[in-house]
Structure formats: structure tokens, C-alpha cells
């Protein structure tokens, strides 16, 4: 499943967030939106989940033109960093959220969460509740209840930024390793350089709401497109 965003533009008031974004997302890539706070990139993962609907242009996914569905009808899974988890629901009520029991039976919902415990090797933890969980195994939970719905793309804005840097990167093998297995197409929201480039295929660069620079971690940081790209890769270390 691919994602195409042709010319996408999106303003807030007179402050344009987007202008004319173009990009494509292969079926199979796990691709990293990088730029400082405010450079559009939560909006852009909003218009392409459906959240934001842009001014102009248009989102195709998998070649159908979403543009005017909502995040249900696109197949969506979602990761946000302040999107936690239902504290007063235990880890299997949580995974199960999304699923209904219209669609998918008691037994139906029961083997999916217990098939997701184990992809994200929390077999034991069912029957906790968040708050006796540590911050990488919420997140871990956080991901297996947007893999519920057997979702082709996975986006996912900033989902660790509250962690330590050695859960972090814990989670960022968990994103490729579940990005690898399920066969997702993702998008990863981040504005640290480090992990756009261990986790990505490809790395987008935004900036005032523009695209800088596409390429790989090497391509970005051995041949940077622009000053900004220059300047704001040329941080790491
Ligand atoms: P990023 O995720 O890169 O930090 P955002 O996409 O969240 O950037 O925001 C880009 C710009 O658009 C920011 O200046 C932000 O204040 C503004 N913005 C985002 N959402 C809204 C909104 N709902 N209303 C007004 N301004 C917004
Ligand atoms: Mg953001």
C-alpha cells in the first residue's frame, strides 16, 4: 500500500502549516518525517490519517483518493505520544478497544489480542492495568492496540518523546521489528535526527511547512540538499 500526498497545502488562520507538500511513501517503506517543532509534521501525519483535512490537494492511499474519508474508512493505525492508554482498562481491554464484537466475535477479538500479546512478548501482562506497567511496555501496548484493526499503514507522531533514551531505542527495534512483520507501510514523526535515521528507509526534512530534502540517512547527511537540512542534520553528535 502506498501513500501519495500530492500538493497539499493546509493553513491555520494565515499561518500556513503546509505548502504544496508532495511526497510519496512506497508500499513496504517506513519512512520518518524530521524537523523542528513546528515545521508541519503532525499536521501533515494528521491529513494523511484523516484527522486534518487539507485546503487543497489531495492524499491517495493504496490508489484510492481519501481526501474526503474519515480515519475509519482508511485503514489506519495510529501511535501519538499523548495518546495513552485507558488507565482504567487492563492491557487485553486495551488492545481489544478498537475491535467489535460485530465484526469479529467474542472468540474472534480474544485470539487477536492474545496473537498481539505475543508479537509484542507481553503474554503474562494481560490482566495489568497501565499504571503497572513500565513507559516501554505501555508504548509496546500502545502499539500491538493500533495493530488491532489489521491496519496497512501505521503512523505514528513523536510516540516515545516522554522516554529515556535507552527505552527509546528499545522501542524504535520494536517500531522496525512490527513495521518488518506485519508488512506495514509507516510514517514516523520525530525531531530528533538519531532516530530518524536508525529507524527509517527514508527520511523526509521539513521546515515551515515545506519538504527540504527525501533520501536516505546517508544520502541526507553525506549530501544535504539545502542550508537547513545542512544545519539541522549537521546537529548530531
Ligand atoms: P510539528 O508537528 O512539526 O511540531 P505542527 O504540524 O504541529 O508542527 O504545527 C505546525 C504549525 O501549525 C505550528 O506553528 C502550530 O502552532 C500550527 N498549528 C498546528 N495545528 C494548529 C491548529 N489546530 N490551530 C492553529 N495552529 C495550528
Ligand atoms: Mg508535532
Redesign the pocket.
Known amino acids: 500500500m502506498s501513500i501519495i500526498v500530492r500538493q497539499v497545502s493546509k493553513k ?2 494565515s ?1 500556513q ?2 505548502e504544496q507538500i508532495n511526497l510519496e511513501v512506497k508500499k513496504g517503506s517506513l519512512v520518518a ?1 524530521l ?12 491529513a494523511i490519517a484523516g484527522l ?1 483535512k487539507p485546503d487543497s490537494g489531495s492524499i491517495i492511499i493504496n490508489g484510492r483518493d481519501t481526501t474526503n474519508l474519515d480515519i475509519r474508512q482508511r485503514n489506519i493505525g495510529f501511535v501519538f505520544q499523548h495518546y495513552a492508554l485507558f488507565k482504567h482498562l487492563t492491557v487485553r481491554q486495551n488492545i481489544a478497544f478498537g475491535l467489535e464484537i460485530r465484526k469479529h466475535g467474542r472468540k474472534g477479538i480474544k485470539d487477536k489480542v492474545e496473537e498481539l500479546l505475543g508479537l509484542i512478548q507481553l503474554q503474562g501482562l494481560g490482566e495489568r492495568y497501565p499504571a503497572q506497567l513500565s513507559g516501554g511496555q505501555r508504548q509496546r501496548v500502545a502499539l500491538a492496540r493500533a495493530l488491532a484493526v489489521q491496519p496497512e499503514v501505521l503512523l505514528l ?2 510516540p516515545f518523546g516522554a522516554l529515556d533514551a535507552k527505552v527509546r531505542k528499545e522501542l524504535r527495534a520494536w517500531v522496525r521489528r512490527l513495521h518488518d512483520e506485519v508488512h506495514l507501510t509507516s510514517v514516523f ?1 520525530t ?1 530528533d535526527q538519531e532516530e530518524a535515521m536508525e529507524v527509517a528507509d527514508e527520511i523526509v526534512v ?1 521546515n515551515q ?1 515545506r519538504i527540504e530534502q527525501v533520501g536516505t540517512a546517508d544520502e541526507i547527511y553525506d549530501h544535504p540538499a539545502t542550508p537547513f537540512v545542512m544545519s539541522f542534520v549537521g546537529d548530531v553528535n
Open positions: 491555520f488562520g499561518f502549516a503546509l518525517l524537523g523542528p517543532s513546528g515545521s508541519g509534521k503532525s499536521t501533515l501525519l494528521r486534518e507522531d513523536e514523526v525531531h521539513m511547512g
